[in-house]
């Protein structure tokens, strides 16, 4: 069980390096954007006879796509991206921007708000002491171009008439353009994505909240099997006692054979249970084919369970892969089984499929079918309709129980109603955490 809650607990750095992944994918794109300014105007301008630096500001332009393509290939080739890259990257941005500006007017550059940029993602995408490196790298560049840079010369563009504008002033309303789409479109992005952290984050913390009740219901199970052995092994001397005093009643018998091998039943399970107590495979690395541990599960509900019908249908399908055994996958089947049966005492189907890589199993009963409330808080601990439904008494734990199984294998289970009456059960249980390599298999 400790070992399942660590499993749980553990993804939280992998959502951080998906995180980081996330944040560099945007930066490309946000690079891209920049990219794609800086070279309509260094074009915009040239087509107006306005001179400039255009290899250095090429150069810098250039640099900007390297960079992209450095992410684009860490990108390719490696699943985990560190924050020291994106900083790295971030780093890169601020010397192109330098480059750029020093040949285009230092500080006077309507574009030198870019510094923002790096400053921007830094604060929301990395730790504080590469966000505070990172902004007082830009605030050194800016205040060293104030001193250091190729002055441009005071010119304007002509319109219509006599009608001029400042180069710098357009400058300032194409950055203002461009910064607005950018916080528009990347900054919310980002937003999202921590949101989208967050929420993970709290899904992390339910799965654990659901680990502590598991073993806090393992606890009590152990604790139970201990103390019901004792009443169990009294009700067996006394069927024993009472066999032998009734010998010439056959009727009687037969009752007395099958209260002892429900006795034996329950001293079976409860011996599984102090056994296996905190293991999740019965016996690891042992496997048993598909069919037959379908076919497994389905005789030992039918030893639990002899009045009501089951009709079964299998694959007629050669495809037998060998998983490990897990006796609480077989205990899930059987609860699903116990509540279908609690509602069509006379008769439940079970339809079973399967291929390579996952198994689906559909049980369908003929009762009164589930609420809109009880469909709700179906799965909740503790909670049961059977006493309200009246068919009997329940702990209301087999669903939750069997949810919480197939969580182990990223398995899925749907209750709704079937369209002629009834539920219809659906379990979608992936094989890829059960299935046994063949070369491990023949060892």
Partial sequence: ????????????????????????????????????????????????????????????????????????????????????????QLLGDIAAFSLIFYFSGGYSNPFIWMYLLPITVAAVALRAVYAW????????????????????????????????????????????????VIVAIFIARIGQ??????????????????????????????SAAHELGTPLATMAVVSRELTQDYANQPELLAQLAVLQ??????????????????????????????????????????????????????PTTTINPLILMDRTLTQALQNLLDNAADESPERILLNADWDEKLLKIQIRDFGKGLSTETKKLLGT?????????????????GVYLTQTTLARYDGELNLNNHAEGGVLTTVKLPLAKLRIPLSKATQ
């Avoid at 992390?204 to 152990?222: H, N, P």
Wanted: glycine share 8%; charged share 15%; hydrophobic share 45%.
């Fill in 133 to 180: 490196l990172i902004a007082g790298l830009s605030i050194a560049c800016y205040t060293l171009l104030m001193f250091y840079h190729i002055p441009l010369s005071h010119l304007h563009m002509h319109m219509h008439g006599d009608t001029q504008l400042d180069i710098h002033l357009v400058g300032m309303w194409i950055g203002f353009v461009v910064s607005a």
């Fill in 193 to 222: 994505n921590l949101r989208d952290y967050d929420q993970k984050q709290a899904q992390v913390r339910e799965k654990a909240l659901m680990s502590e009740r598991m073993l806090a219901l393992g606890t009590l199970a152990t």
């Fill in 381 to 397: 601990p503790f909670f049961t309709s059977k006493n309200e439904q009246g068919t009997g008494s329940g702990m209301g734990l």
């Fill in 1 to 88: 069980m400790f070992t399942h809650l660590n499993s749980i607990l553990q993804p939280t750095s992998d959502h951080l390096l998906s995180a980081t992944r996330q944040n560099m994918q945007r930066l490309m794109m946000l690079r891209g954007v920049v990219m794609l300014c800086l070279g309509l105007v260094i074009f915009g301008l040239r087509l107006a006879g306005i001179p400039l630096h255009v290899v250095p500001l090429s150069a810098g332009i250039v640099l900007l796509g390297l960079l992209s393509v450095i992410a684009w290939w860490r990108l390719r080739t490696t699943t985990h991206m560190s924050q020291r890259e994106l900083l790295l």
């Fill in 261 to 314: 091998k429900q006795v034996s039943r329950c001293k079976e399970i409860l011996s599984s249970i102090t056994r296996n107590a905190g293991q999740s495979r019965a016996d690891a690395g042992q496997g048993l084919p598909l069919r037959e541990f379908v076919e497994d599960a389905i005789q030992r509900w039918r030893d639990t369970r002899p009045a009501t019908e089951l009709v079964v249908q299998l």
